[in-house]
């Protein structure tokens, strides 16, 4: 059966992913399933954009294979998030069987987990993900949705309801297995919270900084670490990582220090917090507006956003981050993963409509266009 059926088969519920082919490994999957050395999913707001999301399941999609040449336009996938036949459903297919092969490891990671009993969120970091690995390979997938994964192992894919209406974003990166300890040491220095793991035997002592962190050992001394991952297909990543007693702002203190450019913020604002004073060195997003191949304009402002993300204003450097700028979340853990791509960050920046240097944005804000400029050379 090809896989094209196969995906067909389980988006109209004829199957179910327990009974699926089972995958060749670990990865990143794009919207046929296939792997992927990455992926970028950006979900668009239903909010005010009802018209032509309805089901708020609409999301733009860029990977490491439609990257490869330049993107004038944003690519709006077809398929929906709330339905069974998507990258994420694909991607992290073997959480949600019913019974989890005993040879995967995986955590997963949310300050606002579905329900379960493993107590409130105080002190933990604010960052969200699933990591997971097979003997070989594996993925990291972050992402900005609360209550995200719904659904483990009950062998249905579910999208939260809670998720509707705001933007939000996920991330996903493939790895070999031996990336995994680094993975695990920046999840142990943010104090993420852990709600669902499984540690297999094959980890034995060869992999100590995840079977400390399966057992809730989180690190006490470091109050942050940088470092630098490669994919399975050799891209270099930056992550970084904070706790709360670092007492920082993740994109001003960490991002802005380390990249030495300007970068362009954009994350939750709404809600109590705080707001830090203007400053040069970060803006602001006020608004966006992606534009289709179909030339579909998808117009929102970042109060109905809730992803997290930057990009640098000269180089081409793009960011996922897990916290907000407000000065609340100085006093919590976090993290970001920042690649070089020049498409995804030039795509990112033609979407920005507005910035603004002011962290709260309200009807007086200075709002301007984004200075953005690119380090490709000219032909």
Known sequence: MKYSLLAALIAQGIISFSSAKDLPSQSCKDENGNEVDWFIIYKLPRSTL?????????????????????LEYWPISQQDLFKNSNPIAYTLRSLYERTTSEDILYFAYNDEPPKTNEGKWKGKGHSKGVVLFDKTAGFWLLHSVPKFMKGLKSGQYVFPENAKNNGQMFVCFTFRTEQVEKIAELLRTQNAKVYARQLPGWIGGSFEKVTLLASNKFEEKSKTLKTTLATKRGHILRAYAKSASAGEDLFADELFMDLKERIVVQSWMNGNGGKYLSADDVNHVVAMELKSKENKIFP????????????????????????????????????????????????????????????????????????????RRKA
């Open 300 to 375: 929102f402002e970042t109060t109905v956003d809730h992803s997290k993300w930057a990009f640098t204003n000269k180089s081409d450097i793009f960011c996922f981050a897990s916290t907000n700028r407000k000065p609340s979340q100085e006093k919590r853990g976090g993290e970001a993963l920042c690649f070089n791509n020049r498409v995804v960050k030039d795509l990112f920046c033609s979407g920005v409509k507005y910035v603004s240097s002011e962290a709260i944005v309200t009807q007086h804000a200075d709002r301007k266009r984004p200075r953005c400029e690119s380090s």
């Open 50 to 70: 009802k018209s032509v999301n309805p089901t708020g399941g609409k999301f733009a999609y860029v990977d490491s294979e439609n990257s490869k040449k330049t």
